[in-house]
Nanobody, 126 residues
Framework: QVHLVESGGGLVQPGGSLRLSCTAS????????IHWFRQAPGKEREGVSC????????YSADSVKGRFTISRDDAKNTVYLQMNSLKPEDTAVYYC???????????????????WGQGTQVTVSS
């Protein structure tokens, strides 16, 4: 059975950092594009950052560009989201997602992702 599990969320002050992890069980992440999404209270879920498997391509939303970095360690079956210079508006539940097929592009459409984790809460507040 395929599972994605996010971890690393928590409460942090503005300007602080967190590193989120997305670990897979039931399948190996090698070959799969992984996308981090987030959903803030009262808002729609939005794409944050994505990393492909085939060429190392990464994408980050304008709102996090220069502050968040996505990376992967296929040997550990884990994708990371390093979040620096956090702002209150980064407060959200963060989800990682994977498509059912390997070697896909970094789609920004939620419907293109079939496997989702349960989410991890990130709260940025003083």
């Amino acid at each position: 059975q395929v599972h994605l599990v996010e971890s690393g969320g928590g409460l942090v002050q503005p300007g602080g950092s967190l590193r989120l992890s997305c670990t897979a069980s039931g399948f190996t992440l090698d070959g799969y594009t992984i996308h981090w999404f987030r959903q803030a209270p009262g808002k729609e879920r939005e794409g944050v950052s994505c990393i492909s498997s085939s060429d190392g391509y990464t994408y980050s939303a304008d709102s996090v560009k220069g502050r968040f970095t996505i990376s992967r360690d296929d040997a550990k079956n884990t994708v990371y989201l390093q979040m620096n210079s956090l702002k209150p508006e980064d407060t959200a539940v963060y989800y990682c997602a994977a498509p059912i097929f390997k070697h896909t592009v970094c789609s920004r459409t939620e419907l293109d992702y079939d496997y989702w984790g349960q989410g991890t809460q990130v709260t940025v507040s003083s």
